[in-house]
């Protein structure tokens, strides 16, 4: 299955700790996943987006990324694809003016839900994954929620649970503003985890290489305060929190997190 990762933080922060030296990072992740990656960032307020039908670990761009992006705001995704084309357009993640959105998961009856979209939505599809029409299908409730964002998700998701047969819901989707992620599965409770990490200046240094102290020193002097998401704990010496089966985490620009139920 696909790996999801985010991070929101109080400054434009470096992402290579993550992508390279974290114990299960997106590069030792891309190894299982290889059917393309990608990683969305914002710089100014507006999304930019690199992503590459070629696994990460086989591509040039993937170092030069990790080491060059400095943002508060990340996405990024390493896909194993579920019968659609391995290619750009199927590539998480997806953007649509200041919102970008991943997915780990497989929704079933994919023209229905195309079917439900407005011509608006429905001309801007690319490609051919579940998980593009999940994403404006989502952006569509939104906006006939008069934008107001969490009842516009919770809309959406109400009308995929009750009418559609799915493996996994779970994503993550930001608008430069918050950055929400959300997990519901079919399959088990463990399969299709996602989990929350709040990392201050204490992160917990015991057991960790020389090249990792140095980075968590760089970062504490500089008063780094984040919040991550990803679809496992990433560390085995921080307290990764498990976001519960049917419920939506909104991380705020003030890296508060709120849990509310869906499910």
Known sequence: MCRLFSLYANKPVSIDFSFNYAERSILSLSKNNDDGWGVAWYKNGRPALYKNPLAAFEDNEFSLLAKSISSSLVI?????????????????????????????????????????????????IKGQTDSEVYFYWILQNVEEQGMDKICGIKRALSGLINDYKFT????????????YAFR????SNSYYSLYYLKRDKDIPWHGCSGETLQLIGYKNGRNEKAVLVAT??????????????????????????????VI
């Not at 579920?82 to 009856?109: D, L, R």
């Not at 996994?168 to 950055?179: E, H, P, Q, R």
């Not at 990433?234 to 139920?261: C, F, H, Q």
């Open 232 to 261: 496992e704990r990433m560390t085995s010496y921080e307290n990764w929190k498990e976001i519960p089966r049917g419920s939506l985490a909104t991380i705020n620009s003030d890296l508060s997190v709120v849990i509310s139920s």
């Open 184 to 187: 519901y599965d079919t399959h």
């Open 76 to 124: 990024s995704h390493v896909r194993a694809a579920t019968g659609t084309p391995v290619s750009y357009e199927n590539t998480h993640p997806f953007k649509f003016g200041n919102w970008v959105f991943a997915h780990n998961g497989q929704i079933e009856e994919v023209e229905k839900l195309i079917s439900r979209l407005t011509t608006k939505y429905r001309k801007c």
């Open 168 to 179: 996994s819901l779970n994503f993550l989707l930001a608008d430069g503003i918050s950055l």
